[in-house]
C-alpha cells in the first residue's frame, strides 16, 4: 500500500513564507508522479492550485508555487494571507493509480 | 465553464449497495480526460477511489476495488459510482471530479460533494 505523508501542521505569520512537502513510500518523488495540490477549507470542496509539479491553474494566486525539494514535491506559499489558512492535500500519480497525502492544516498566526 | 454536479441518496443501509451519480456541464465527457470519484469521511482526508475515460477504461483504488465499480454515460454526459457491502466505515462526503490524466495531469474540476451516510 502506497503511502503519501505530508506535515500535519504548520504555522505561519501573516506576510511570510511556508513550504509544504508530499513524500512518497516509494522513494523520491520526480517529475513523472505528477504532483498535484489542493486547497480546501471547511465545508467546500477541495480546489486545484497546482498541476504537473509547478503548474498553476488560471485562478491560482501568484504567491502560490510548486516545485520538487529533496526528492520531495513542495509548495510554496510567499507573502502568506489569513485567506490562506485552509488545508492543503497533494496528490501522486502513481501509474493508474493516484494517492492522496493525508493533508497539512496551516495556520496564519 | 466546466461544472460538476453528485447526485444520490444521503442515507444508505448497511451491507446495502450506494449508488451516485455524476453530471457534468460545460464539457463532453467523450472529448477525452478521465472522470473520478474521490471521498473524503468526516474529520478525515480524501481518499481516491477510481476514475473512468470516457471509452469506458477504468481504475480503482486497490483496497476499493473488491466493491467499486465506476461507469460512464456519454449520451447522458454523466459517470456513476456503485459502492457495494457498505458499512459505517463508507460515510463520507463523495466529490466527483475531472481528471485530466494523460493530457495535464490535473484534477482541475471538482463538483460540491454529497454526503452519504451509512446508518440503519
Known amino acids: 500500500q502506497t503511502v503519501v505523508t505530508q506535515e500535519p501542521s504548520l504555522t505561519v505569520s501573516p506576510g511570510g513564507t511556508v513550504t509544504l512537502t508530499c513524500a512518497s513510500s516509494?522513494?523520491?518523488?520526480?517529475?513523472?508522479?505528477?504532483p498535484n495540490w489542493f486547497q480546501q477549507k471547511p465545508g467546500q470542496a477541495p480546489r486545484a492550485l497546482i498541476y504537473s509539479t509547478s503548474n498553476k491553474h488560471s485562478w491560482t494566486p501568484a504567491r502560490f508555487s510548486g516545485s520538487l525539494l529533496g526528492g520531495k514535491a513542495a509548495l510554496t506559499l510567499s507573502g502568506v494571507q489569513p485567506e490562506d489558512e485552509a488545508e492543503y492535500y497533494c496528490?501522486?500519480?502513481?501509474?493508474?493509480?493516484?494517492?492522496f497525502g493525508g493533508g497539512t492544516k496551516l495556520t496564519v498566526l | 465553464q466546466v461544472q460538476l454536479q453528485a447526485s444520490g441518496p444521503g442515507l444508505v443501509k448497511p451491507s446495502e449497495t450506494l449508488s451516485l451519480t455524476c453530471t457534468v456541464s460545460g464539457y463532453s465527457i467523450s472529448s477525452g480526460c478521465y472522470w473520478g470519484w474521490i471521498r473524503q469521511p468526516p474529520g478525515k482526508g480524501l481518499e481516491w477511489i477510481g476514475a473512468?475515460?470516457?471509452?469506458?477504461?477504468?481504475y480503482y483504488n486497490p483496497s476499493l476495488k473488491s466493491r467499486v465499480t465506476i461507469s460512464v454515460d456519454t449520451s447522458k454526459n454523466q459517470f456513476s459510482l456503485k459502492l457495494s457491502s457498505l458499512t459505517a466505515a463508507d460515510t463520507a462526503v463523495y466529490y466527483c471530479?475531472?481528471?485530466?490524466?494523460?493530457?495535464?495531469?490535473?484534477?482541475?474540476?471538482w463538483g460540491q460533494g454529497t454526503l452519504v451516510t451509512v446508518s440503519s
Open positions: 496528490l501522486l500519480y502513481y501509474g493508474g493509480a493516484r494517492v
Open positions: 516509494t522513494g523520491a518523488v520526480t517529475s513523472g508522479y505528477y
Open positions: 473512468i475515460y470516457h471509452s469506458g477504461s477504468t
Open positions: 471530479a475531472r481528471d485530466a490524466r494523460g493530457a495535464t495531469w490535473s484534477f482541475d474540476y
